[in-house]
């Protein structure tokens, strides 16, 4: 178990730019999978991008793909998303999780991950 914090949600346009940050307590936050994931208000929880242990690896969800991008710092423990262009169906509560799975070039599903943060509210407006 690791626990995680975000930072960096809020409140743009439609088009503009926001960067999420997880930060992980724990010495063995380089050997985790880390993803982000979201979710809407009425929907289910769904997977937004995936990191593996030594960041030469990212999957992402098709929805974003071209427009946000992963990244991690093992040095200081901490995981990042860049979301650019962004549009009002990107808004949700996004969440940083951690897996201790191995990690393919598929969605990472929520069962395989034992570690959630609190998430961050990022809101689009158009």
């Known amino acids: 178990q690791v626990q995680l914090v975000e930072t960096g949600g809020g409140l743009v346009q439609a088009g503009g730019s926001l960067r999420l940050s997880c930060a992980a307590s724990?010495?063995?936050?380089?050997?985790?999978?880390m993803g982000w994931f979201r979710q809407a208000p009425g929907k289910e929880r769904e997977f937004v991008a995936s990191?593996?242990?030594?960041?030469?690896?990212?999957y992402y969800a098709d929805s974003v793909k071209g427009r946000f991008t992963i990244s991690r710092d093992n040095a200081k423990n901490t995981v990042t998303l860049q979301m650019n262009s962004l549009k009002p169906e990107d808004t949700a509560l996004y969440y940083c999780?951690?897996?201790?799975?191995?990690?393919?070039?598929?969605?990472?599903?929520?069962?395989?991950?034992?570690?959630w943060g609190q998430g961050t509210q990022v809101t689009v407006s158009s």
């Open positions: 724990g010495r063995t936050f380089s050997t985790y999978l």
């Open positions: 990191i593996n242990w030594s960041g030469s690896n990212t």
């Open positions: 999780a951690a897996s201790s799975g191995r990690f393919y070039y598929t969605s990472l599903a929520t069962a395989s991950v034992h570690s």
